[in-house]
């Protein structure tokens, strides 16, 4: 974005210093030059008797002297020889990683340690971004040693003159070009690298040195030539053996010279060396761009003005000279008071630099690269940011002077001697810690107190838990034992007849183990998978499944005489899989509150029973559905007596009070339909003469254990012999008395939570819960309070074993 402000761009050259100040006129989108100045040395800066440094100090204070710089910007050039030009193309990148590669390339390019150096790099125009990677670009790298630019800011530093950009001449020159003559051509900012835009060659002859530049405005080759104005006065001297001072008015008016011709032939030497210099530089250009094209020369500089130079230079070079004055001073730059001085136009192709470093400082250069040291951007940063650091620090100051005078006043209206009611603050604050400290005394001896009611407390419960603890176990038995069914009809011990109630209709569970497992915290047992069996049995007891889902039967099998109790054990020992059913639970747990559903906390114990049953006849009550009506169902309803102390009365307790709770059936298998049990009844027949019984196999004779009867237990008398059959005992197999009975057999694994409270805190419980029920209850109005009868038990009571 173009500046509105005046930009001065100042050259200082060997010969003099020369500035213009440009502003932009942004309704005619032109440049306007509305300041110039040209002030030239005493003595050229490279003569050996000159003080260069003190022919800029003045020079510099004779321009301050007659030139206003308040509000604008300020932008010089250095010399091009002391710095470096790098060109290169990266590799298609990402945009955001361009500047990693160019710090990467900046170390191999430049032969200086980045510390020693300014340096500064910009993307060439005409690059193109294709999602978001940089394809067929050149990049610009431009640097200079750190004391070289500090030299050419000490002058500027000493007159207190800021100065906002510094810039190399030949991009001087190449920002002028490109800013006049080419550009149309850059204004789409699409360049086609197979037909690029005819080049230009502007040749800024200085007095020591020249600047080649050659440029087709997206793509720059530069190179400095040591051939200047200087080298023309020395061969005029050597010729015509003249004074160096003869000899440089000799070569600026060569025109009124007494015979030109000779003064132009003694310089044909140096005219002959320049245009070798320009002729290899452009072939060298040539050979790394040979799709490169040469349009023409623009000739720069007040050496250049030597009479047949230009001409000489057109003529052997085969390009056609620019006329830079119609095209650039005269269509692109207004200001008629400028344009139109006599001092202005007699040194116009001096002044390029400067219109290039306008045209960079008012926004509109191709190449905006800046040398300027970021720690001068810093502190002058830093600098124009102090009055308002030091209106802020004032205004703090200012309110905290206010907000003391407040504090201190109502500060004083409690200072220590201060009366109030004739009494001062001090003698008051004096009640109020003896106070104080008193209420620490008696706080810390109630801390002490309250410490060793705890102590007390805490023996007297390891006292009377030792006796508790006694009884857990043998109280988590019991409950087990009630929790199992038993058959009605028949008494504890005894076995009824398989011959007189089959044992498929027997409702008792057989349990083949009781195992135990401590953890630190339940939550670690309550699994999702246990937390699904959980659910699994709230959705049944709520009705949202059906009583039994009818697990999968193996089909039985025809059985033979010589086949043992634990036939098929593996299918018996199958997990029941069955999609089904576990459609249906998915279906029903959508409808429980699961969220309110948090499982078992804290220490405690994860008790498993693992067992079987008979009981599989009917579809309704078999399999799984007869151990959550009988045991599950137990583990959650039932109230067992037990003892509260020696001589005292059995209570009644609930398995939630006992700490049991979270019954899940953990697994299930399929019905074992081919399970047998061996008739406890049956006697082989007499042995034949070959030794065995006619119809039995060997090896049923003294059968060591009872199968599902367990060990130890007589079996009862036999029953009287059937009508029609024969005794049980004359040796003789029937229908009535077979060798085993078909008994399809149920296998499973019931889980539990089982959390110690010992009697004492079950006690205690109900007298608190009781004295929070009188608390809740509405007295009639009227009615006297009284005490409810309870049974007195004691908190301590010991049980007896």
Known sequence: MASTRGVWGIDIGHCALKALRCEYDADNRMLVATAFDYIEHPKILSQPDANPKELIREALAQFLSRNELRGDRVAISVPGQNGLARFFQPPPVDMKKLPEIVRFEARQQIPFPLEEVIWDYQLMGGASEVDGFLMEAEVGLF?????????????????????????LAPLCAYNFIAYNLLAEVMENDVYDADSPPESYVILNVGTDTTDLVITNGFRVWQRNIPLGGNHFTKQLTKELKLTFAKAEHLKRNVREAEDAKAVIQAMRPVFND??????????????????????????????????????????????????????????????????????????????????????????????????????????????????????????????????????????????????????????????????????????????????????????????????DRRLLWLELMKAINRALPVDEGFAPDQIPDPRVKPISQRKDLHIEYVESQYFDDLARWFTPPV???????????????????????????????????????????????????????????????????????????????????????????????????????????????????????????????????????????????????????????????????????????????????????????????????????????????PPFFLAPKYSFVVQFCWQEKQLTDRLRARQEALLNQQENEAVPEGQDVTEPETTETPLTTQPGA
Not at 280 to 297: C, L, V, Y
Not at 369 to 381: A, D, F, Q
Not at 540 to 548: A, I, N, S, V
């Open 531 to 737: 937390k699904r069996k959980y659910l699994e049995e709230l959705a049944r007891r709520e009705g949202k499944l059906p009583p039994t889902t009818g697990p999968v039967e193996v089909q039985p099998a025809e059985p033979s005489a010589t086949e043992g109790t634990e036939e098929n054990g593996d299918a018996a020992e199958a997990p029941v899989v069955d999609a089904a059913a576990e459609a249906a639970l998915d279906a029903a747990l959508t409808e429980l509150n699961l969220e309110e559903i948090t499982g078992p906390s804290g220490p405690g114990w994860v008790i498993e029973l693992r067992g079987y049953h008979f009981y599989n006849d009917d579809p309704k009550t078999w399999a799984g559905t007869h151990v959550r009506d009988t045991l599950l169902k137990n583990l959650r309803e039932l109230t067992i007596d037990l003892p509260t102390g020696p001589g005292r009365a059995l209570e009644p307790f609930t398995m939630e009070e006992l700490g049991i709770g979270y019954g899940i059936l953990a697994v299930e298998t399929r019905i074992d339909n081919n399970h047998r049990v061996p008739n406890p009844y049956y006697e082989p027949p007499t042995p034949g003469p070959g030794g065995t019984a006619p119809g039995v196999g060997p090896g049923l004779g003294g059968l060591g254990g009872l199968g599902g009867f367990g060990g130890g237990v007589q079996p009862p008398p036999p029953a009287a012999p059937a009508a029609g059959g024969r005794d049980a005992r004359s040796g003789a197999a029937s229908a009535d008395n």
């Open 274 to 467: 320049l245009l070798t210099e320009v002729q290899r530089s452009i072939g060298f250009f040539q050979n790394i761009d040979r799709r490169a094209q040469i349009g023409g020369i623009v000739a720069l500089g007040n050496a250049i003005k030597l009479p047949g130079l230009q001409q000489y230079l057109a003529k052997n070079l085969g390009y056609e000279l620019v006329d830079v004055e119609q095209q650039a001073w005269g269509t692109r730059l207004a200001g008629q008071a400028v344009l139109t001085s006599p001092q202005f136009k007699e040194n116009m192709s001096s002044f390029a630099i400067c219109y290039g470093l306008c045209v960079q400082g008012l926004g509109l250069g191709k190449l905006n690269t800046n040398l300027l040291p970021k720690e001068i951007v810093t502190e002058r940063l830093i600098r124009s940011k102090k009055p308002w650091a030091v209106a802020t620090a004032g205004a703090l100051m200012l309110a905290f002077a206010v907000n003391f005078f407040f504090e201190y006043n109502e500060w004083y209206k409690v200072h220590p001697t201060m009366k109030r009611t004739e009494t001062t603050w001090e003698q008051a604050m004096s009640e109020v810690t003896g106070v104080q400290t008193l209420s620490s005394n008696y706080d810390s001896e109630d801390r002490k107190r309250v410490s060793r009611l705890e102590e007390l407390a805490a023996l007297g419960e390891e006292l009377s838990g030792n006796s």
């Open 143 to 167: 640097a200079m040693k750190r004391d070289q630019v500090y030299e050419a800011l000490q002058p500027f530093l000493a007159s207190d003159l800021e100065i906002h950009h510094i810039q």
